[in-house]
């Protein structure tokens, strides 16, 4: 066995080397758990409320029709900004349908293509779910890493995604923007 000093763990690793370095594995390992353990414990959040219960990805759906001009998307846009396949979305979509929070019509531009429309109940729903959501994000995360370091956290993933990913808030559809509950 080869003894590597440990300031030798804290390298960067190569775009040539097959492993990443301990520390780099270590990184990798905490994002994957932490982000993992996030994303369940925001969920459960939402669905504390079995009246009210949504999923975290139901929620987001909510929201993003909200903030649609018209509060509607085509469901190809819509599985763009939610990062769900299409197959996927028209799952929760028929989830959310049943429980009459959204309703699936004809495009009104091309009457070709189907859209998902935001239903006055879902908006209710999504006025009731939007202070746990974001009660939750601030307790599990803003207040743990702090406002600067959760401002930075978004800069640094703004890097892995496409500039014109659509994450700004009110992230406009081809048809504008709304705000998100007003």
């Given at each position: 066995?080869?003894?590597?000093?440990?300031?030798?763990?804290?390298?960067?690793?190569?775009?040539?080397e097959l492993w990443l370095t301990p520390s780099e594995q270590e990184a990798?390992?905490?994002?994957?758990?932490?982000?993992?353990?996030?994303?369940?414990?925001?969920?459960?959040?939402?669905?504390?409320?079995?009246?009210?219960?949504?999923?975290?990805?139901?929620?987001?759906?909510?929201?993003?029709?909200?903030?649609?001009?018209?509060?509607?998307?085509?469901?190809?846009?819509?599985?763009?900004?939610?990062?769900?396949?299409?197959?996927?979305?028209?799952?929760?979509?028929?989830?959310?349908?049943?429980?009459?929070?959204?309703?699936?019509?004809?495009?009104?531009?091309?009457?070709?293509?189907?859209?998902?429309?935001?239903?006055?109940?879902?908006?209710?729903?999504?006025?009731?779910?939007?202070?746990?959501?974001?009660?939750?994000?601030?307790?599990?995360?803003?207040?743990?890493?702090?406002?600067?370091?959760?401002?930075?956290?978004?800069?640094?993933?703004?890097?892995?995604?496409?500039?014109?990913?659509?994450?700004?808030?009110?992230?406009?559809?081809?048809?504008?923007?709304?705000?998100?509950?007003?």
């Amino acid at each position: 066995m080869h003894d590597t000093p440990s300031h030798d763990n804290d390298r960067a690793s190569t775009p040539e080397e097959l492993w990443l370095t301990p520390s780099e594995q270590e990184a990798w390992r905490t994002f994957l758990y932490a982000t993992t353990l996030l994303t369940d414990r925001l969920s459960e959040a939402l669905q504390e409320d079995p009246e009210d219960a949504l999923t975290l990805g139901e929620y987001e759906i909510l929201v993003r029709l909200s903030e649609a001009e018209g509060r509607f998307l085509r469901m190809s846009e819509l599985a763009d900004q939610v990062v769900h396949s299409r197959s996927r979305l028209t799952h929760t979509i028929s989830r959310m349908e049943k429980r009459g929070l959204v309703e699936r019509v004809r495009c009104s531009s091309d009457g070709r293509g189907r859209q998902a429309q935001l239903t006055p109940a879902g908006r209710e729903l999504l006025v009731r779910a939007a202070p746990v959501h974001v009660r939750s994000v601030r307790e599990l995360l803003l207040d743990v890493v702090g406002h600067e370091d959760f401002l930075e956290l978004g800069r640094i993933l703004a890097r892995t995604v496409d500039p014109d990913a659509p994450v700004a808030v009110g992230c406009p559809a081809p048809h504008g923007a709304g705000s998100a509950l007003g």
